[in-house]
Nanobody
Framework: QVQLVESGGGSVQDGGSLRLSCAASGYTYSARCMAWFRQAPGKEREWVAT????????HYAESVKGRFAISQNNAKDTLYLQMNSLKPEDTAVYYC???????????????WGQGTQVTVSS
């Protein structure tokens, strides 16, 4: 089992920045991929970014490419999402996820955090 706890959400103005963190505990070595997803009210959960924990390879949704950066610490027990140039359409609950398998863009990961709210006002 892997437990995930997100933090760092909040309210910012259009163009602002936030850094989300996700603390992982338990059998973290079993997670080959870590990811961030988000879900806005009335919408489906949407993939944001992934990082392969062993190689460090990253991938981003087109909507956030160039503005967001996913990373992990050396111990690989904390995942980050640096969000710059935030827009109102980035408003959502952001979820951290871990997968024992390969990185996927579909929200079918093995473990999920409880989510953290990000609100961007214009």
């Amino acid at each position: 089992q892997v437990q995930l706890v997100e933090s760092g959400g909040g309210s910012v103005q259009d163009g602002g920045s936030l850094r989300l963190s996700c603390a992982a505990s338990g059998y973290t070595y079993s997670a080959r991929c870590m990811a961030w997803f988000r879900q806005a009210p009335g919408k489906e959960r949407e993939w944001v970014a992934t990082i392969a924990t062993r190689s460090g390879d990253t991938h981003y949704a087109e909507s956030v490419k160039g503005r967001f950066a996913i990373s992990q610490n050396n111990a690989k027990d904390t995942l980050y999402l640096q969000m710059n140039s935030l827009k109102p359409e980035d408003t959502a609950v952001y979820y951290c996820a871990a997968n024992r398998g390969i990185c996927l863009t579909a929200p079918v990961y093995d473990y999920w955090g409880q989510g953290t709210q990000v609100t961007v006002s214009s």
